[in-house]
Protein backbone atom coordinates (compact mmCIF):
# COMPACT_ATOMS: atom_id res chain seq x y z
CA UNK A 1 0.00 0.00 0.00
CA UNK A 2 3.17 2.87 1.00
CA UNK A 3 3.85 1.91 -3.01
CA UNK A 4 1.00 2.95 -4.51
CA UNK A 5 0.57 5.83 -2.08
CA UNK A 6 3.69 7.01 -3.72
CA UNK A 7 2.82 6.53 -7.02
CA UNK A 8 -0.29 8.85 -6.11
CA UNK A 9 1.70 11.47 -4.68
CA UNK A 10 4.73 11.76 -7.33
CA UNK A 11 2.07 11.32 -9.96
CA UNK A 12 0.54 14.95 -8.27
CA UNK A 13 3.98 16.17 -7.74
CA UNK A 14 4.83 16.29 -10.95
CA UNK A 15 1.72 18.58 -12.15
CA UNK A 16 3.70 21.48 -10.14
CA UNK A 17 0.37 22.11 -8.00
CA UNK A 18 0.92 24.51 -5.18
CA UNK A 19 -0.23 23.04 -1.55
CA UNK A 20 -3.88 25.61 -1.52
CA UNK A 21 -6.91 24.94 -1.77
CA UNK A 22 -7.17 24.72 -5.15
CA UNK A 23 -5.17 21.54 -5.69
CA UNK A 24 -6.30 20.46 -1.78
CA UNK A 25 -9.58 19.35 -2.99
CA UNK A 26 -8.21 17.05 -5.94
CA UNK A 27 -5.61 15.57 -3.99
CA UNK A 28 -8.26 14.32 -1.31
CA UNK A 29 -10.73 13.02 -3.63
CA UNK A 30 -7.91 11.79 -5.13
CA UNK A 31 -6.60 9.92 -1.76
CA UNK A 32 -10.51 9.17 -0.61
CA UNK A 33 -11.25 7.30 -3.73
CA UNK A 34 -7.84 5.17 -3.40
CA UNK A 35 -8.37 4.13 0.34
CA UNK A 36 -11.58 3.06 -0.88
CA UNK A 37 -10.26 1.07 -3.79
CA UNK A 38 -7.40 -0.25 -1.49
CA UNK A 39 -9.86 -1.22 1.19
CA UNK A 40 -12.35 -2.71 -1.13
CA UNK A 41 -9.82 -5.24 -2.26
CA UNK A 42 -9.29 -6.08 1.17
CA UNK A 43 -12.48 -6.77 1.72
CA UNK A 44 -12.80 -8.71 -1.63
CA UNK A 45 -9.78 -10.90 -0.79
CA UNK A 46 -11.47 -12.25 2.42
CA UNK A 47 -11.59 -15.61 3.21
CA UNK A 48 -15.00 -17.45 4.07
CA UNK A 49 -14.03 -19.59 7.06
CA UNK A 50 -14.32 -17.65 10.39
CA UNK A 51 -11.04 -18.87 12.25
CA UNK A 52 -8.95 -17.15 8.49
CA UNK A 53 -11.39 -14.41 8.67
CA UNK A 54 -9.75 -13.46 11.63
CA UNK A 55 -6.13 -14.35 10.92
CA UNK A 56 -6.54 -12.25 8.05
CA UNK A 57 -7.95 -8.81 8.79
CA UNK A 58 -5.70 -8.11 11.60
CA UNK A 59 -2.52 -8.20 9.74
CA UNK A 60 -4.28 -6.78 6.99
CA UNK A 61 -5.79 -3.88 8.82
CA UNK A 62 -1.63 -3.58 10.36
CA UNK A 63 -0.56 -2.80 6.90
CA UNK A 64 -3.50 -0.83 5.83
CA UNK A 65 -2.57 0.92 8.90
CA UNK A 66 0.91 1.84 8.15
CA UNK A 67 0.22 2.53 4.51
CA UNK A 68 -2.47 5.09 6.00
CA UNK A 69 0.13 6.60 8.30
CA UNK A 70 2.65 7.09 5.48
CA UNK A 71 -0.11 8.98 3.46
CA UNK A 72 -0.21 11.04 6.10
CA UNK A 73 2.88 12.04 6.91
CA UNK A 74 3.80 12.18 2.95
CA UNK A 75 1.18 14.57 2.75
CA UNK A 76 0.57 16.41 6.18
CA UNK A 77 0.33 19.39 3.96
CA UNK A 78 -3.17 18.49 3.00
CA UNK A 79 -4.08 18.37 6.25
CA UNK A 80 -2.35 21.86 7.14
CA UNK A 81 -3.35 23.64 4.25
CA UNK A 82 -7.00 22.50 3.04
CA UNK A 83 -8.02 19.82 5.68
CA UNK A 84 -7.64 22.74 8.57
CA UNK A 85 -9.35 25.25 6.47
CA UNK A 86 -11.92 22.82 6.12
CA UNK A 87 -12.38 22.33 9.81
CA UNK A 88 -12.32 25.67 10.09
CA UNK A 89 -14.67 26.73 7.90
CA UNK A 90 -17.15 24.11 9.82
CA UNK A 91 -17.43 20.91 7.54
CA UNK A 92 -15.27 18.97 9.62
CA UNK A 93 -16.29 15.46 11.52
CA UNK A 94 -17.63 18.06 14.45
CA UNK A 95 -20.32 21.18 12.93
CA UNK A 96 -22.11 23.73 14.68
CA UNK A 97 -25.15 22.17 12.67
CA UNK A 98 -24.64 18.61 14.90
CA UNK A 99 -25.76 20.99 18.14
CA UNK A 100 -27.39 23.47 17.13
CA UNK A 101 -30.51 22.73 19.24
CA UNK A 102 -28.03 22.51 22.55
CA UNK A 103 -26.47 25.94 21.20
CA UNK A 104 -29.71 27.40 20.82
CA UNK A 105 -31.55 26.41 24.28
CA UNK A 106 -27.94 28.06 26.34
CA UNK A 107 -27.44 30.89 24.33
CA UNK A 108 -28.58 34.31 23.91
CA UNK A 109 -28.72 37.23 21.56
CA UNK A 110 -26.49 38.89 24.41
CA UNK A 111 -23.91 36.24 24.89
CA UNK A 112 -20.44 36.95 23.07
CA UNK A 113 -18.36 34.46 20.30
CA UNK A 114 -16.52 33.51 23.52
CA UNK A 115 -19.64 32.08 25.43
CA UNK A 116 -20.74 29.66 22.15
CA UNK A 117 -17.25 28.65 21.51
CA UNK A 118 -17.07 27.32 25.38
CA UNK A 119 -20.64 25.63 24.47
CA UNK A 120 -19.24 24.13 21.53
CA UNK A 121 -15.80 23.00 23.26
CA UNK A 122 -18.10 21.42 25.90
CA UNK A 123 -19.99 19.44 23.55
CA UNK A 124 -16.99 18.25 21.61
CA UNK A 125 -15.55 16.68 24.57
CA UNK A 126 -18.99 14.69 25.40
CA UNK A 127 -18.32 13.33 21.93
CA UNK A 128 -14.57 12.84 22.61
CA UNK A 129 -15.68 11.06 25.86
CA UNK A 130 -17.72 8.76 23.84
CA UNK A 131 -14.54 7.17 22.19
CA UNK A 132 -12.33 6.58 25.45
CA UNK A 133 -11.19 10.12 26.02
CA UNK A 134 -10.72 10.26 30.15
CA UNK A 135 -11.57 13.45 32.47
CA UNK A 136 -8.18 14.15 33.29
CA UNK A 137 -7.19 12.70 29.72
CA UNK A 138 -3.68 14.14 27.72
CA UNK A 139 -3.46 15.64 25.05
CA UNK A 140 -2.15 12.34 23.33
CA UNK A 141 -5.51 10.77 24.08
CA UNK A 142 -7.49 13.47 22.90
CA UNK A 143 -6.01 13.31 19.52
CA UNK A 144 -6.26 9.47 19.31
CA UNK A 145 -10.15 10.02 20.52
CA UNK A 146 -10.62 12.43 17.84
CA UNK A 147 -9.24 10.49 15.03
CA UNK A 148 -11.73 7.87 16.11
CA UNK A 149 -14.47 10.12 16.01
CA UNK A 150 -13.77 11.45 12.39
CA UNK A 151 -13.06 7.76 10.85
CA UNK A 152 -16.92 7.31 12.42
CA UNK A 153 -17.97 10.19 10.49
CA UNK A 154 -20.03 10.32 7.66
CA UNK A 155 -18.06 10.49 3.65
CA UNK A 156 -19.22 14.34 3.39
CA UNK A 157 -16.85 15.45 6.70
CA UNK A 158 -13.66 16.70 5.69
CA UNK A 159 -11.09 14.79 8.03
CA UNK A 160 -7.26 14.23 8.18
CA UNK A 161 -5.81 11.73 5.50
CA UNK A 162 -5.10 9.16 8.01
CA UNK A 163 -8.74 9.24 9.41
CA UNK A 164 -10.38 9.27 5.63
CA UNK A 165 -8.12 6.19 5.25
CA UNK A 166 -9.68 4.59 8.20
CA UNK A 167 -13.01 5.44 7.15
CA UNK A 168 -13.23 4.24 4.19
CA UNK A 169 -11.59 0.82 5.55
CA UNK A 170 -14.96 0.92 7.53
CA UNK A 171 -17.18 1.63 4.80
CA UNK A 172 -15.61 -0.78 2.54
CA UNK A 173 -14.30 -3.82 4.93
CA UNK A 174 -16.09 -3.72 8.54
CA UNK A 175 -19.40 -2.86 7.81
CA UNK A 176 -20.05 -5.29 4.76
CA UNK A 177 -18.76 -7.72 7.60
CA UNK A 178 -21.06 -6.79 10.34
CA UNK A 179 -23.72 -6.74 8.04
CA UNK A 180 -26.56 -9.17 9.02
CA UNK A 181 -27.81 -11.14 6.24
CA UNK A 182 -31.44 -10.40 5.52
CA UNK A 183 -33.81 -13.73 5.53
CA UNK A 184 -35.88 -14.26 2.24
CA UNK A 185 -39.25 -15.30 2.93
CA UNK A 186 -42.51 -16.32 1.38
CA UNK A 187 -45.15 -13.24 1.86
CA UNK A 188 -48.16 -15.59 1.43
CA UNK A 189 -49.46 -15.56 5.11
CA UNK A 190 -49.95 -19.70 4.80
CA UNK A 191 -45.75 -19.35 4.74
CA UNK A 192 -45.31 -17.16 7.60
CA UNK A 193 -43.09 -18.42 10.18
CA UNK A 194 -44.48 -17.72 13.95
CA UNK A 195 -42.51 -14.96 15.65
CA UNK A 196 -39.95 -16.43 18.00
CA UNK A 197 -40.96 -16.24 21.64
CA UNK A 198 -39.00 -12.82 23.32
CA UNK A 199 -36.13 -13.82 25.37
CA UNK A 200 -32.50 -12.77 26.56
CA UNK A 201 -30.57 -14.43 24.02
CA UNK A 202 -32.96 -14.43 20.62
CA UNK A 203 -31.76 -16.70 17.92
CA UNK A 204 -31.09 -14.65 15.16
CA UNK A 205 -28.58 -14.45 12.32
CA UNK A 206 -25.23 -12.79 12.37
CA UNK A 207 -22.52 -11.28 10.30
CA UNK A 208 -19.73 -13.07 9.24
CA UNK A 209 -17.09 -11.07 11.36
CA UNK A 210 -19.58 -11.52 14.86
CA UNK A 211 -19.40 -15.64 13.67
CA UNK A 212 -15.80 -14.99 13.15
CA UNK A 213 -15.13 -13.48 17.04
CA UNK A 214 -17.04 -16.46 18.05
CA UNK A 215 -15.27 -19.08 16.59
CA UNK A 216 -12.78 -17.66 17.44
CA UNK A 217 -13.37 -17.20 21.28
CA UNK A 218 -14.92 -20.48 21.60
CA UNK A 219 -12.47 -23.01 19.75
CA UNK A 220 -9.80 -25.09 21.11
CA UNK A 221 -8.12 -24.78 17.95
CA UNK A 222 -6.31 -21.66 18.79
CA UNK A 223 -4.06 -21.25 21.86
CA UNK A 224 -4.71 -18.44 24.48
CA UNK A 225 -1.80 -15.85 23.58
CA UNK A 226 -2.80 -16.15 19.86
CA UNK A 227 -6.52 -15.79 20.67
CA UNK A 228 -5.64 -12.46 22.91
CA UNK A 229 -3.57 -11.08 19.94
CA UNK A 230 -6.38 -11.54 17.18
CA UNK A 231 -9.01 -10.13 20.00
CA UNK A 232 -7.09 -7.57 20.57
CA UNK A 233 -6.20 -6.85 17.34
CA UNK A 234 -9.85 -6.87 16.28
CA UNK A 235 -11.01 -4.85 19.07
CA UNK A 236 -8.28 -2.10 18.09
CA UNK A 237 -9.17 -2.30 14.55
CA UNK A 238 -13.02 -1.67 15.40
CA UNK A 239 -12.17 1.45 17.21
CA UNK A 240 -10.02 3.04 15.08
CA UNK A 241 -12.13 2.42 12.14
CA UNK A 242 -15.23 4.31 13.93
CA UNK A 243 -17.03 1.36 15.28
CA UNK A 244 -18.58 2.83 18.51
CA UNK A 245 -17.76 1.30 22.08
CA UNK A 246 -21.81 0.45 22.76
CA UNK A 247 -21.48 -1.89 19.39
CA UNK A 248 -22.05 -5.68 20.66
CA UNK A 249 -18.85 -6.82 19.05
CA UNK A 250 -16.80 -4.29 20.40
CA UNK A 251 -18.08 -5.19 23.97
CA UNK A 252 -17.63 -8.38 23.58
CA UNK A 253 -14.02 -8.14 22.54
CA UNK A 254 -13.16 -5.38 25.31
CA UNK A 255 -14.52 -7.72 27.66
CA UNK A 256 -12.68 -10.39 26.87
CA UNK A 257 -9.41 -8.76 26.03
CA UNK A 258 -10.14 -6.88 30.00
CA UNK A 259 -10.50 -10.06 31.69
CA UNK A 260 -7.75 -11.44 30.27
CA UNK A 261 -4.88 -12.21 32.39
CA UNK A 262 -2.03 -9.04 33.02
CA UNK A 263 1.14 -10.96 32.34
CA UNK A 264 -0.29 -12.19 28.93
CA UNK A 265 -1.91 -9.08 27.89
CA UNK A 266 1.43 -7.26 28.25
CA UNK A 267 3.24 -10.58 26.03
CA UNK A 268 0.30 -9.79 23.38
CA UNK A 269 0.27 -5.91 23.27
CA UNK A 270 4.19 -5.17 22.65
CA UNK A 271 3.83 -8.14 20.13
CA UNK A 272 1.46 -6.77 17.48
CA UNK A 273 0.97 -2.87 18.44
CA UNK A 274 -1.54 -1.29 15.78
CA UNK A 275 -0.21 3.05 15.70
CA UNK A 276 -3.26 5.04 14.69
Not at 43 to 50: K, Q, R, V
Not at 89 to 105: M, N, P, Q, S
Request: with cysteine; glycine share 4%; proline share 7%.
Amino acid sequence: MERRCWALIKSRSQQDLPPDTRSGPDIYDQLDKYFAEAARELGLAAPIDDIALVQYLVPSFNRYNAGAQSANRLLNYVNRHYVKRAVDEDRGWFRLTDVIETVAKNISFEDSREAISRVLREKKLEELKKWGYPDDGSPEDAAFAESCAEAASPPDRVVPIASLAHRRFRTEVVEPLLATPKIKGNSKAKHKIPKAPPGPNPTRPKGRLARAVKELLETDTVDEEERLRLATGLAKMLQVTGIRSDHLLRKRLDKYVASTPSSLSAATATAAPISS
